[in-house]
T-cell receptor
Framework: GAVVSQHPSRVICKSGTSVKIECRSL??????MFWYRQFPKKSLMLMAT?????????EQGVEKDKFLINHASLTLSTLTVTSAHPEDSSFYIC????????????FGPGTRLTVT | AQSVTQLGSHVSVSEGALVLLRCNYS??????LFWYVQYPNQGLQLLLK??????LVKGINGFEAEFKKSETSFHLTKPSAHMSDAAEYFC?????????????FGEGTQLTVNP
């Protein structure tokens, strides 16, 4: 089956610094990648949708200057949390969708970000 | 616009008992429907999906779900719960004709399995 990886699996950073999270589709070409944020005991909140080679589409209320998304290739998307603050601490999950007729999304294992 | 409602944020069953997790959806076009499972500190794993065709869908780990258009439901069932089924379950819908692969998730149901 389709495999999506995320790196790192967990990261701790200091307030004011930036952190980059990578999302890779390992065995298929991901034309679309999605970034979600999940708060404890809550559902997934879609942050943005990115298509390879074009700018990401952000959901309402998500600051695009704070959460920079790059989808430079069909197998890699990155989320950079700039000038991180403790309230950015969360579980970030990416997913990837290829050219399947069912438009199925394949999810990465998630990245736990803690900002101190 | 699409939406998903999962009735019951917590469901508790005894080991060996029937598991029933409820999901109702709203969609303006024929939907694709999904059930995902999430274990602590992990991503989502697809249990099963309905796209077209047979309305009773069988998935992994003995789970199945039935698409009922008249009831706008896609409830998840398993005849006999196992301790390893304890996890968070999410129902999701996509409107492929209008939004491609964009998913809308329900709030999730935490399943507890008691020995």
């Amino acid at each position: 089956g389709a495999v999506v990886s995320q790196h790192p699996s967990r990261v701790i950073c200091k307030s004011g610094t930036s952190v980059k999270i990578e999302c890779r589709s390992l065995d298929f070409q991901a034309t679309t990648m999605f970034w979600y944020r999940q708060f404890p005991k809550k559902s997934l909140m879609l942050m943005a949708t990115s298509n390879e080679g074009s700018k990401a589409t952000y959901e309402q209320g998500v600051e695009k200057d704070k959460f920079l998304i790059n989808h430079a290739s069909l197998t890699l998307s990155t989320l950079t949390v700039t000038s991180a603050h403790p309230e950015d601490s969360s579980f970030y999950i990416c997913s990837a969708s290829g050219t399947s007729a069912t438009y199925e999304q394949y999810f990465g294992p998630g990245t736990r970000l803690t900002v101190t | 616009a699409q939406s998903v409602t999962q009735l019951g944020s917590h469901v508790s069953v005894s080991e060996g008992a029937l598991v029933l997790l409820r999901c109702n959806y709203s969609s303006s076009v024929p939907p694709y429907l999904f059930w995902y499972v999430q274990y602590p500190n992990q991503g989502l794993q697809l249990l099963l999906k309905y796209t077209t065709g047979a309305t009773l869908v069988k998935g992994i780990n003995g789970f199945e779900a039935e698409f009922k258009k008249s009831e706008t439901s896609f409830h998840l069932t398993k005849p006999s719960a196992h301790m390893s089924d304890a996890a968070e379950y999410f129902c999701a819908v996509s409107e492929r004709e209008t939004s491609g692969s964009r998913l809308t998730f329900g709030e999730g149901t935490q399943l507890t399995v008691n020995p």
